[in-house]
């Protein structure tokens, strides 16, 4: 199962719609927030609220059964001091039964494992912190394991 996840674009509708052609597979489309979009050009992506979508009615997080094996977590991530420690946002994730969790907000691509749960940020569609290019998370699950890439868009 592929599973396509981005992050921060900021308005930016082209990157989006890009990524619905460029998976026609893909089983899920995640978004960790800060889209600055109307939900209507985003129909086809589970969406999270960012610290920048006060005008849009996303929730804060997303519970996905994503297989028998995974449970994940969709959030942006900004109210759990994600920049120094990701152990608050995982224990949040642990709380909801959650062994997944996809974040944003921080614009940088990170896949690590903390307090047991798989911690997977997509980076910035756009514009990533750490000078890399635009990037976002190419998720494969086969059973039991979940392998996960970064792609530069």
């Known amino acids: 199962m592929q599973i396509i996840v981005t992050s921060d674009n900021h308005g930016y509708k ?12 893909a089983k899920f489309f995640l978004h960790c927030g800060d889209s600055e979009m109307p939900e209507i050009y985003l129909s086809n992506y589970y969406v999270v609220r960012g610290n ?31 920049y120094k420690d990701l152990s608050v946002l995982a224990n949040f994730a642990k709380s909801k039964e959650c062994n997944v969790c996809f974040y944003g907000h921080t614009h940088i691509f990170n896949d690590e494992v903390v307090e047991d749960i798989r911690m997977i940020n997509p980076g910035s569609i756009i514009r990533c912190r750490d000078f890399t290019p635009g990037c976002y998370a190419l998720v494969d699950i086969e059973k039991n394991i979940l392998n996960c890439q970064r792609v530069n868009f």
């Open 14 to 25: 082209e990157p989006m719609d890009k990524l619905l052609q460029m998976y026609p597979d």
């Open 52 to 82: 920048n979508d006060q005008f849009y009615d996303y929730p804060e997080y997303i519970i996905l059964d994503l297989n028998e094996y995974y449970r994940a977590m969709i959030i942006h991530g900004h109210k759990h001091i994600i």
